[in-house]
Every structure is written in structure tokens, then in C-alpha cells.
């Protein structure tokens, strides 16, 4: 995280080829591509980076864990708007799920393995299969972070 955050302080003052050039570097030695233009909250966790990929204008919170080969996507090429999804606090997302467009997913929602989310999915939920659903929770169910 510490290579995103170099290279958004340059993407920031529009040195765009030296911040993509150190993204670039960075995904080649963890395997993680964080376009410089994403917006990544405190305390996030990649556990087993492999094949994650975040795009430019997705926004992650705090405390937000993802595993390994999950992918932050657009649908489009538009520039100037808001194309990638938003992770707000809190959230667990599992191996190979795939969240596209501007969509957000609500604080302590956990997405499931090999998900694809198309929609937002509200806080406190649970979102499983392709296309993702959202499960009932059983009302005795803690969510422990």
C-alpha cells in the first residue's frame, strides 16, 4: 500500500506517466494492480494479493479485507465520471469475487467467493452468486471485525 500511495501522490499532481510507471513496478513485484487514481482507506487488507485489481476511480474504506484474485472494475470508458465500485468500512470480500460499475457496497457486508456484483448491495448484507443476491442473515448473527 505504501507503493499506491507514492504513486497517487504524483497522480495527484498530474505526473501521470511517472505515477503509472511506478503502479506498473508495483504489480510486477506483488502481483496487485491499484490504479494511482483509486482512493484506498486505512487498514486494508489483501490477503494473498494474487490477481487483485483495483481501477482508477474506486474508493475503498477503512478495515475493508479482500482476498486473493478479487477485481474493482468499470463497465465503460467514460472519462470524468465515477466508473469503478465503492467499498465503504467494514467489509469482507472473498476470492475471485468480481464487484463492476459504479455501485456501492454497504459497511459490514461481506461478499461471497467468485460473486459478481452488478448492484449496490445495502450495509449489513450478505451478496452470493453470479449474478449476486443477497441471502437473509439469521437475526442471532454477530459480525465480529
Do not use: C
Request: positive net charge.
Amino acid at each position: 500500500m505504501r507503493a499506491h500511495a507514492h504513486a497517487k501522490k504524483h497522480y495527484l499532481k498530474k505526473r501521470y506517466f511517472l505515477s503509472r510507471w511506478l503502479s506498473e513496478r508495483a504489480k510486477h513485484r506483488t502481483g496487485i494492480e491499484i490504479h494511482p487514481g483509486a482512493t484506498i482507506g486505512r487498514h486494508v487488507f489483501i490477503d494473498h494479493g494474487a490477481g487483485v485489481v483495483i481501477g482508477e476511480t474506486a474508493i475503498i474504506g477503512d478495515r475493508v479485507m479482500m482476498y486473493h484474485g478479487v477485481t474493482l472494475g468499470g463497465t465503460g470508458k467514460e472519462k470524468g465520471i465515477k466508473r469503478h465500485p465503492t467499498v465503504e468500512h467494514d467489509v469482507i470480500i472473498g476470492s475471485r469475487a468480481t464487484i463492476l460499475g459504479n455501485v456501492t457496497i454497504g459497511h459490514h457486508s461481506k461478499i461471497g467467493a467468485g460473486a459478481v456484483v452488478l448492484h449496490d448491495i445495502p450495509p449489513y448484507s450478505t451478496a452470493v452468486g453470479v449474478p449476486a443476491r443477497i441471502i437473509p442473515h439469521q437475526p442471532d448473527q454477530v459480525h465480529i471485525f
